[in-house]
Structures are given as C-alpha cells and as structure tokens.
C-alpha cells in the first residue's frame, strides 16, 4: 500500500479533548475520528487493527468449540419487558419507536434473545452442550463518555453464551472459555490478569474479570506475583482460578492469604467479562430441554464477552512511547513501514519499488511512505503509527549497497543488504 494513495489523516498537535495515551494517539495516528459524543467513526488504519484482533478471536473461539453467528444490533422490547429487565435496564438501553409504534431497543447485550433463540430450536438433552457467539456494535448511553474507545458509547463487542445440561458441563464450558480468553490476549501481546469479579447488571454467580495491566487503568488489581510468570498452555484453569486475583471491588470480600511480599497492586482495565449465571435467563424465558429421564430441565448458561473495539485501546495504553504507538505483531495494520528517503531519486525509487513488490509477493503487509516529503517527517510518521518494522532506502546506503532496517519497539537498526533484509521480515 502506497502512502500517498492511503486514507491516513495524522495530526501533529494533541486535541485537547483526549485525556489518556490512547485516545490522544489514536486521534493523532488517524485510526479514528469522532462524529458524537462517545461514538467513533474507524479509519482504514483503525479499522484493520479491529479486523486482525477479530481474527485472532474467531481463531481462539473455534478452538474452544464456540460457534459463530450474527444476531440484529435491533431488539423488540417485548423480550426485555417480559422478564422485566427493560425497566431494571436504566437509562444506558437506548429505546425509540419504529415507524409502526413498535418499541425497539439498540441492543446493549444478547442474553434474552440468544436464550429465545436457542430455545426455539433445542428441546433436548442430546443437543447439548453448545456455545454460540457473535461479533456485532452495541450501544450503551454512558452519562460521561470519555477516553476515546475505552468508554465510547457505540462499541464493538465480542459476546458468547454457553448452554449446558448441569453444573459440571457448564463449569468445563466456563473453563474453556477463561482459558481461551488468556490465550487470546497472550497473542495479542498482552498479559491479562483474569481477576474475580462483582457481576454487574446481568448478573451471575461466577465471574471473571480479564484485566490488562496499565497505570491509566480506571480499575485496580490485586493479584499473586505467581501470575506473572503462569503458564497459560500447561496450567489449568483450576489451577489458575486458584492463585489469588481480584478487582478492587472484590479485593476485601474474598479471602486473601497471599503475603504481602507477593501481592502486587497495579491499575488496569478491563478487555473481557465471563459470567456463569445458571438458570437464571433459563427460568425467566422458559427455556427447558427434556432430560435423560424424561423431566424438564431448565438449561444452564454463561456469557462471555470481549471488548473489541476497547482492545485497541488497552492495546495502546500498554504499548507505547513518547514518539507514538507499539503495535505487537500480532494486531499491527500493516508489519513494515518501508520509508523512501528521496522519491524521485531514480536508484532510491527503483530499490523501493523492488522491496515493495516482493515482500507484498511473501505476504508481508506493507505501507510504502512514498511521499515527497521531508525524512524527518517521514520518521516521525512512521513512529507515530507505530508498525513493528521500519525499512529504510536512501542514497547513501544505496551507494554502499546497504538499506536500514529498525525494530520499533527496541529501536534497534541495523544496516543490510536488501536480499537479507528481505529474508529478515518474510522469514
């Protein structure tokens, strides 16, 4: 992809408006723009760090079992007024009438209406257990929205529910989804904490908070030092539910033998909330499956939910530096910055090019800043966006057969031929 070709309106000054790291960064490296208060429209650069961060979670979701779908972001108000929930909601639920004077709802979450669904079409043991999720923009009308992304009013939410027959399935549904979710993050170049947690308004007797650690963090962690060095693969979730980890507003209530020595205390905030709730949408809705013994029983459920759009956030609060964002690998918009330090310069131009066409050939995605423009402000750009590689082709390197290469989170370079350095960034 070609800079001067690119959507990528940067801004050299910090709006005054944004208050935390992220929310001044993404402003200012063009990943969004803000049409509303708390409402955010996402720039070619924003949007594919959402999509690589959704690929990273389908692929962690299909490995733990869950099945994939898409439910309407428009609810009827009906199923919220028949359990009572649409009063109990507050004023977060944003309500409105369609043009036949139906009340609709924009859905803050799927519980009620994934559970309709589900027992529509399952009235059987033998069709469990399942677990279902989607990936879809939600609504909740905060008061205050502030910090960007990370409190926004529209965001993009991970949200899955699990349905078994009793507590011993549903646990080992639960398990599978808190392991998935370190998994997930780990690869997001991340260390979550999973901390217990208060349930909140969609309530639950088993919860979870995953929490990335940053010192902006709205919330606060207390967590064994045990955790830093866990082993998600070869640790269970038992295991791992067992070391102590709470939010602050658990922190107190629970037991705590941890020595002071080991109990760190650190902000955070959070990227995902599992939940174990039981029967408890079951019985409000109705929704039974026949038993082995041929008695009805009400299906047990868990939620389990990721912030989408919010892990960008946290992401950049976690890796960044006073010239801009860290991408991990993982998620970056594109691996390699390759910056022409004299376009027009026909053996600069010509070397570029050639670099351009053959890592685009090996897959590496690549942004070529092809612009006249100064190389300072070509250096500043390509650090504010923060891509994990920078590739650098000027004249004097060229003369000694050399191009330079930079490692932007260490901000290591090195000096190589293109052939090797080609082989560096699509090994």
Same mark, same amino acid.
């Not at 944004?18 to 070619?44: D, E, K």
């Not at 929704?287 to 868990?302: F, H, Q």
């Not at 330079?404 to 031929?417: F, I, P, V």
């Given at each position: ?17 944004? $208050?935390?790291?992220?929310? #001044? ?23 594919? @760090? ?15 079992? &869950? ?16 359990? *009572? ?40 043991? #033998? ?42 399935? %549903? ?14 993050? #780990? ?7 999973? %901390? ?15 929490? +990335? ?7 606060? +962690? ?18 791992? $539910?067992?070391?102590?980890? %709470? ?12 020595? &002071?020595?080991?109990? @760190?205390?650190? *902000? ?44 960008? *956030? ?17 998620? &970056? ?17 010509? $070397? ?8 685009? &050939? ?23 966006? *923060? ?5 650098? @082709? ?5 003369? #000694?057969?050399? +191009? ?24």
């Amino acid at each position: 992809m070609r800079l001067s070709r690119y959507f990528l309106p940067t801004m050299k000054e910090t709006p005054a408006e944004a $208050q935390v790291p992220s929310h #001044r960064l993404m402003l200012r490296a063009g990943l969004v723009r803000q049409t509303a208060a708390g409402i955010y429209a996402w720039l070619p650069l924003g949007h594919r @760090v959402l999509r690589n961060i959704e690929e990273i979670i389908r692929d962690e979701q299909a490995k733990a079992g &869950a099945l994939e779908m898409l439910m309407p972001t428009l609810q009827l108000a009906d199923l919220w007024k028949s359990t *009572g929930r649409y009063d109990a909601y507050g004023k977060e639920m944003l309500r409105f009438h369609d043009r036949h004077d139906r009340e609709m709802i924009y859905g803050p979450t799927n519980e009620l209406m994934i559970t309709d669904i589900f027992r529509s079409a399952v009235h059987s043991y #033998r069709d469990l257990p399942r677990t279902l999720y989607h990936i879809q923009w939600k609504f909740r009308d905060e008061v205050r929205p502030r910090f960007g992304v990370l409190r926004g009013r529209e965001f993009l939410m991970k949200d899955g529910y699990s349905f078994d027959l009793d507590f011993a399935s %549903a646990k080992k549904s639960y398990d599978a989804m808190y392991a998935s979710y370190l998994r997930t993050f #780990r690869r997001m170049g991340l260390r979550a904490i999973a %901390a217990r947690a208060e349930s909140g308004a969609i309530g639950g007797e088993l919860s979870h908070e995953f929490l +990335v650690l940053a010192d902006t963090g709205e919330s606060r +962690v207390f967590y064994d030092a045990a955790l830093d060095t866990l082993d998600v693969e070869s640790t269970s979730p038992a295991q791992m $539910q067992a070391l102590y980890a %709470a939010t602050d507003d658990m922190h107190g209530k629970l037991p705590c033998d941890v020595p &002071a020595d080991r109990l @760190v205390k650190s *902000g955070a905030l959070e990227v995902g909330h599992i939940f174990y709730f039981g029967d408890h949408y079951s019985k409000l809705l109705g929704a039974n499956v026949m038993g082995p013994d041929g008695e009805s029983i009400p299906i047990l459920s868990g939620s389990y939910g990721i912030g989408v759009s919010r892990m960008v *956030g946290a992401i950049i609060e976690a890796s960044h530096d006073e010239a801009g964002i860290v991408w991990p690998e993982a998620v &970056a918009p594109f691996q390699v910055g390759l910056i022409n330090l004299k376009t027009g310069d026909e053996a600069c131009d010509g $070397q570029a090019e050639d670099l351009l066409s053959k890592l685009t &050939a090996q897959g590496v995605e690549t942004l070529y800043d092809d612009r006249d423009e100064r190389p300072g402000a070509k250096f500043a750009g390509m650090d504010l966006i *923060g891509l994990p590689w920078q590739l650098v @082709v000027g004249p004097r390197g060229l003369a #000694r057969g050399v +191009v330079e290469m930079k490692n932007r989170r260490t901000g290591e370079r090195q000096e190589l031929s293109p052939e090797s350095a080609m082989a560096r960034l699509s090994g």
